[in-house]
């Protein structure tokens, strides 16, 4: 009997102590959703992952109550702006106000590649252009090339040689633009351009382009403008993102990234892997008859990146970060072609007060071609190139509107290449050539609606007697909604390794030699931009134009049997164009994009013009948006309008009447308009998973006959499906839900 007592009275305990957390008052968050100018934001939805939501009233205001203290994941959406995510804590009753930013307004961006240190968007008078991982997810872009050439007019990928992926961006070449990871350069070129499979957008924050030379800031090879590809950075106590696609031609995607982050130390590593067959190019007669099959080559490629980050105290951190690449491409039953990069690099970052900061950096990229024969499974060296660049950057802030930065850098580059002679044992030469820099910068605002940004870099090469001056000056007018800026920019490109020393016979048969030259002098580029701006909550527009004189152009100059060419500086051009900007958000979810690009560019050889760019083109954008509860769908129709292009190609060689010397012949060929569409609809679940469903080429566009240089390179309508789950945001959600 006293057993029984004792049970009950134990049981009784029991259910109080379950009931007891009942009984607590609930803990409250209160707070208003606004935007950054301030209005409020009615029915903006506030989501608890794995919990209930609410919905803010005419006033913007929410509130929300937890039945228990405890860290939780908070999403706010409203149409049009922004997703807004948050981890909070709460132990008591909190007021907490978010504010959003408008889809189509990214001037609350933070940047970095315009003036090399932390600015908003809307601040900075270097015309720039962000693409978030947002916008990269609404079309379904996994590649550098989709991404831009889906959000910018003016911007071609082709093919050259043995299919070598190039690009024209509004005139200018792969080897005047300057991609960077991060703000590094990159190690590698085929025909003037980098490996553009190296650039893994799986774990992308946002790519920031300047427009107009960057030589000031970033030195050779930024004459015509500086992509910067920013990656994430852990920024949670844990992450995993998986994700996997397939598409036609048996496009096989994987990836992981996987974050920590515990207060001091973080870590982010990412690893991708790619595999997609060869497929043909068919180009055809006037009757329908197959008359030349091009190869676009198939390969696998394996991408791995590893940073890590320690906070010794507040002001000082260390980051070190590495990478490795390979890509096999599928050149023939007997050869394949080889490609490794390996990258290392430390970053230290010092805020020696609340005005001083100084920056040590060290970065260290090798890339390597290889031939590897599966018959004899012999593999040969073709090329190697190596750089090692160390910076060091001091800013100080006189206030926050008043900043001046001065740097220092060291360039060193060598290369090893089957294009130059060879040595006594049979290998071939390596070359090298070794930079010093400094540059100084000040940024200066006033009032508010006055921005000014002026710099100088001093680049010296060991391949030059003389030091080469880049100046810059950036100004911006400011008074809402409107901005007005204005840049000038000094820009140069000294002349590659293997344009200086090339001795490259083709083929090895002895039919054709290209000879390099040691006396090429720099390419120097002149280039002006004028911008304005206009921002509202719904709406925006924008329009550039600009102009850009380059001389001393190096191009390849052909003997009279045309079996020798050399490099030489032999012209100028001229490339002046118009960007319009127009977005638009609209009632029920739908949002509007719309791009136009006007391009005249002269590059004159031999009195006639050389140039590959398409004088009209244009991109447009229709998306919807609708999200409720754990549900989200985002439906993309995205469409590139290329207008018809006059080329100039030489057709032979004649003798002149009068000087008795071999010229070239020239043959214009036309390149017909196109156009290309893109559907992607994209599925959200429980806020962590992720369905893409996609349809390139949507009305199976193919020309009759292909041009690998200019000219749409798809080979019909494609198919694809993609799943990314965030496996830390699905544990949150079940464990809330339970």
Not at 132 to 159: C, H, N, Y
Not at 497 to 526: H, V
């Amino acid at each position: 009997m006293e057993s029984l007592k004792r049970i009950r009275v134990l049981w009784t305990v029991a259910v109080c102590l379950l009931a007891l957390p009942s009984l607590l008052p609930a803990q409250r968050l209160s707070g208003v959703v606004h935007d950054a100018a301030g209005g409020v934001l009615p029915l903006a939805t506030f989501q608890v992952q794995g919990g209930k939501g609410a919905v803010t009233d005419v006033d913007g205001r929410f509130q929300y109550r937890f039945a228990r203290p405890g860290t939780y994941k908070i999403s706010i959406r409203y149409m049009g702006y922004h997703p807004y995510d948050a981890v909070i804590s709460i132990h008591k009753d909190t007021a907490v106000d978010f504010v959003m930013e408008p889809e189509h307004n990214q001037l609350g961006e933070v940047v970095v590649t315009g003036t090399r240190t932390p600015k908003m968007l809307k601040d900075i008078p270097v015309v720039t252009t962000v693409i978030s991982e947002r916008e990269i997810e609404k079309t379904g872009s996994m590649t550098i090339a989709d991404v831009l050439q889906t959000e910018i007019p003016g911007v071609e990928f082709g093919r050259q040689m043995d299919g070598q992926v190039v690009m024209n961006m509004q005139g200018m070449g792969g080897s005047d633009i300057l991609f960077l990871i991060d703000g590094e350069k990159m190690a590698g070129e085929s025909m003037n351009n980098i490996d553009y499979e190296r650039l893994n957008m799986d774990n992308v924050e946002r790519v920031e382009i300047v427009r107009g030379a960057g030589s000031a800031l970033y030195g050779s090879n930024a004459v015509g403008g500086v992509v910067n590809i920013i990656t994430k950075e852990a920024d949670e106590p844990w992450s995993l993102n998986l994700n996997g696609r397939y598409g036609s031609h048996n496009e096989q995607r994987y990836g992981a990234t996987l974050g920590f982050n515990r207060g001091k130390f973080s870590s982010t590593t990412n690893a991708s892997y790619k595999f997609v067959d060869t497929y043909w190019l068919d180009s055809k007669d006037s009757v329908g008859n197959i008359v030349e099959s091009s190869p676009i080559y198939g390969g696998r490629n394996l991408n791995v990146n590893q940073a890590f980050r320690y906070d010794f105290r507040p002001g000082l951190s260390l980051k070190l970060r590495g990478s490795f690449y390979h890509r096999e491409r599928d050149y023939s039953e007997t050869r394949k072609n080889r490609y490794y990069d390996g990258s290392a690099g430390a970053t230290l970052n010092y805020e020696i007060n609340d005005k001083a900061h100084l920056r040590f950096n060290y970065a260290f990229d090798l890339y390597n071609k290889n031939n590897f024969y599966p018959v004899t499974e012999l593999t040969t060296l073709e090329y190697r190139n190596v750089y090692n660049t160390a910076n060091v950057q001091f800013d100080y802030r006189f206030t926050e509107k008043n900043i001046l930065t001065v740097g220092a850098e060291y360039f060193n580059e060598s290369l090893l290449s089957n294009q130059f002679d060879t040595t006594e044992n049979g290998d071939w030469m390596s070359y090298g050539a070794h930079t010093a820099v400094a540059y100084a910068q000040h940024d200066i605002s006033f009032q508010e609606r006055y921005f000014l940004v002026y710099g100088l870099r001093m680049d010296y090469n060991s391949q030059f007697k003389l030091p080469h001056l880049s100046p810059k000056v950036s100004f911006m007018y400011k008074i809402n909604p409107v901005s007005i800026r204005l840049s000038y920019a000094g820009g140069f490109r000294a002349p590659s390794l293997k344009e200086r020393y090339s001795n490259y016979d083709m083929g090895n048969q002895g039919w054709f030699i290209i000879y390099g030259n040691p006396d090429l002098k720099p390419e120097k580029s002149q280039n002006a931009t004028l911008s304005l701006e206009y921002a509202r909550k719904s709406a925006s527009f924008t329009a550039t134009g600009y102009y850009s004189y380059t001389r001393d152009k190096i191009t390849t100059v052909y003997n009279e049997r045309q079996d020798t060419a050399f490099y030489r500086n032999v012209y100028s051009s001229h490339t002046a164009g118009f960007d319009a900007n127009l977005m638009f958000k609209l009632p029920y979810g739908f949002g509007l994009k719309l791009s136009y690009s006007y391009v005249y560019d002269l590059q004159k050889v031999d009195g006639v013009n050389a140039s590959y760019a398409r004088p009209h083109t244009g991109v447009l954008r229709l998306d919807y948006h609708y999200e409720k509860s754990w549900y989200q769908l985002g439906v993309s129709l995205s469409g590139r309008v290329l207008s018809s292009l006059t080329q100039n190609n030489i057709a032979g060689y004649e003798q002149d009447p009068e000087t008795g010397m071999e010229v070239a012949v020239y043959e214009e060929t036309r390149y017909p308009a196109y156009t290309l569409w893109k559907l992607n609809v994209n599925q959200r679940f429980m806020d962590a998973v992720s369905l893409n469903v996609g349809i390139d080429n949507l009305f199976n566009y193919r020309p009759q006959a292909y041009d690998l240089v200019s000219g749409s390179l798809s080979p019909g309508i494609t198919f694809y499906v993609s799943l990314s789950m965030d496996i830390d945001d699905l544990t949150r959600f079940f464990k809330r839900g339970r």
